[in-house]
């Protein structure tokens, strides 16, 4: 089972009702945008190019929720209880690109390789948050306390992470894995690997399907 589902098995203030509709779940994604930086190496690296490297591509998958939802019991003191009713979520996919100034033909290849796993799992964005923001709707989530305001707080952060979680299983932790195993194949683009055929092999050893997709 994985993760975050573990989770909402295994609190006691969580409750499954029937699912909401699909159309309650709404995603707006941004395109992803790749941002390129530039050093001199004469002047040392900047952090986060580590050892052994002189470039690094750096995405962020960003992922934010906001929710509706409707207290079911404790309205004027707690325990507090709430349905999700809706759910919208907001994509984004920023990448800064690091290289040295006057880069080499082959490092911004590699680095580009590693863009292109990166922008390639972001498409798979759309789904992943639909999927993702369904987890909780038609769910009743409880929160102990004795004030409407925190505990409405504190199951908007709880459902958040659950969201988050999910959404990144199809999106950020494959990418992580794909971009590791191009990294490793190509050696951080030292050798004379075809960093386009790796990156389909590392994007086609590590996505993952989502329930009910027919691919």
Known sequence: MPQFLAKI???PH???VHAAPDEAVSVDMADP??????????????????EGMLGNASPIFKCTTDFTIQPVKGRSSGPFKFRFMSASLSIELPITITLPTGTSPGLREH??????INEYFYTLGRKSAQHAGGLVLGKEFYSPGTDLESAQSNV?????DVVQ?????YTRTP?????????????HGRNRTNSNQVVQEAIERY?????GDPR
Do not use: C, F
């Open 207 to 211: 996505e993952v399907q989502l329930p």
């Open 165 to 169: 979680r999910a959404y990144w299983k």
């Open 175 to 187: 990418a992580q894995l794909a971009n590791k195993y191009y990294d490793d194949v190509t050696d």
């Open 156 to 160: 908007l952060v709880m459902a958040g």
């Open 33 to 50: 945008i790749a941002e390129y930086k530039y050093y001199d190496l004469s002047r040392g690296k900047p952090p986060q190019i580590h």
């Open 14 to 16: 969580e409750v499954s």
């Open 111 to 116: 680095e580009e390789g590693h863009r292109k």
């Open 9 to 11: 098995a295994s609190e």
